[in-house]
Every structure is written in structure tokens, then in C-alpha cells.
Antibody, heavy 126, light 107 residues
Framework: QVQLQESGPRLMKPSQTLSLTCSVS??????????WTWIRQPAGKGLEWIGR???????NYSPSLKSRVTISVDTSKNQLYLKVNSLTAADTAVYFC??????????????????WGQGTTVIVSS | AIQMTQSPSSLSASVGDRVTITCRAS??????LGWYQQKPGKAPKLLIY???TLQSGVPSRFSGSGSGTDFILTISSLQPEDFATYYC?????????FGQGTKVDTK
């Protein structure tokens, strides 16, 4: 099973662009098994799905963030990336990367988001 | 976007109690639902997927049921390590959406 490790700056200023990295070990990000996902969680609040990428060719984003977010991969480095531009204080959160796959349950392909990184904290403050 | 409404938002229980948490979707999501447990300072952990399939390694006291719009997570006999916050997540369509969470604490 793959392991995930997020990294990136802890403190950002409003209007800046955040770049986070998720390093993948124990497997290839090029694999057609996994869908690579970013999720965030403001302190004391719930989980928010940001988006996911499938290296087989598709990327999907939350409409609420789509205009400011880019998810990408570098297969040569086995890394997943998240960029968020035009930061505000509302982007302060713990950011998680996660990996999901599809398995067959009762003859039907079903999704499970079963591998998570430990998360990285980002604070947006002037 | 599909709205996922969890209830209750919090509950107090004792070790040995049977605990049920409900998640309601704003539209039919078949059985495309997972349940996650999160402890403070930790990443969420997958408990249940496809509404009722137990993830490998998860104790059998956890179970899930439901399909369509209404789903239930049951802990048959609450253990000390189960005090945590629980989230549902629909993956029927984009954007995937979480419920707001249910915090289970000590009575």
C-alpha cells in the first residue's frame, strides 16, 4: 500500500499562491489504480473535498475552489501537487492528500478513499 | 452539489453503549458512501465503504447500512478508542462531499 507525506510552507500572506507537495512512496503515482485527492480542514471544523486527479487523464475540482486551485502530478518525482492562488484567511487549514481506488463489491466497482497523509498546516495571515 | 446531513452533530455515550450516526443525502447516491473516523490531530481513517463494506482491519463492532438517501453507521459496543469524530463522504458524483461530522464523547 502506498504511503503519503505532505509538505509545504506553514505561513502564507493574503493574495499569495500556496504550493503543497504530496510525496508518494511504496507505489507509483503513475499507477492506474489510484485516484489522488486533496482535502482540507479548517481548525475545529469539518472536512472539505478540494479535488482529485487520475493520472489516466482526468481532474475534478470542487466548484467553490475551481477558479483558484490546480492539482497536478510529476511522475518523474512521484509527487502530487496542489496550488491555491489568491489566498485569504479562509484558506487557513490542515491540508491532506489521500489516495483512493476502486474495488469490486457485489459485482460493482466501488470507490474507497483508504490512504491518507498525516496532513500539513497552512496559516494565511498578514 | 449533493448535500450530506449528519445527525446528531455530537453525542455523549459510555463504554459498551450502542451508538448510531445517521447521514442523509440530498439526492439518491445509490450506496456510494464511506464512513471515516478522525481523532484529534490525526488524519481520517476509512471504516466503511460502499455504505456497508467493512474496511480491512476495522473491528467488526463497526457496521454500516443504507442506500439511496439514508445511511447509518453503528458501533455495536463502544470502546474507549472509539471516542472520535465520524464523517460520511459521498462519492456518487462531483464534487465529493462530506457530512459535517458527529463528535462522540464520554458521557
Amino acid at each position: 500500500q502506498v504511503q503519503l507525506q505532505e509538505s509545504g510552507p506553514r505561513l502564507m500572506k493574503p493574495s499569495q499562491t500556496l504550493s503543497l507537495t504530496c510525496s508518494v512512496s511504496g507505489g507509483s503515482i503513475r499507477s492506474d489504480i489510484y485516484y489522488w485527492t486533496w482535502i482540507r480542514q479548517p481548525a475545529g471544523k469539518g472536512l472539505e473535498w478540494i479535488g482529485r486527479i487520475y493520472t489516466g487523464g482526468s481532474t475534478n475540482y470542487s466548484p467553490s475552489l475551481k477558479s483558484r486551485v490546480t492539482i497536478s502530478v510529476d511522475t518523474s518525482k512521484n509527487q502530487l501537487y496542489l496550488k491555491v492562488n489568491s489566498l485569504t484567511a479562509a484558506d487557513t487549514a490542515v491540508y491532506f492528500c489521500a489516495a483512493g481506488d476502486y474495488v469490486v463489491v457485489n459485482g460493482v466497482y466501488t470507490y474507497r478513499l483508504d490512504v491518507w497523509g498525516q496532513g500539513t498546516t497552512v496559516i494565511v495571515s498578514s | 452539489a449533493i448535500q450530506m446531513t449528519q445527525s446528531p452533530s455530537s453525542l455523549s455515550a459510555s463504554v459498551g453503549d450502542r451508538v448510531t450516526i445517521t447521514c442523509r443525502a440530498s439526492q439518491d447516491i445509490r450506496n456510494d458512501l464511506g464512513w471515516y473516523q478522525q481523532k484529534p490531530g490525526k488524519a481520517p481513517k476509512l471504516l466503511i465503504y460502499a455504505a456497508s463494506t467493512l474496511q480491512s482491519g476495522v473491528p467488526s463492532r463497526f457496521s454500516g447500512s443504507g442506500s439511496g438517501t439514508d445511511f447509518i453507521l453503528t458501533i455495536s459496543s463502544l470502546q474507549p478508542e472509539d471516542f472520535a469524530t465520524y464523517y460520511c463522504l459521498q462519492d456518487y458524483n462531483y464534487p465529493h462531499t462530506f457530512g459535517q461530522g458527529t463528535k462522540v464523547d464520554t458521557k
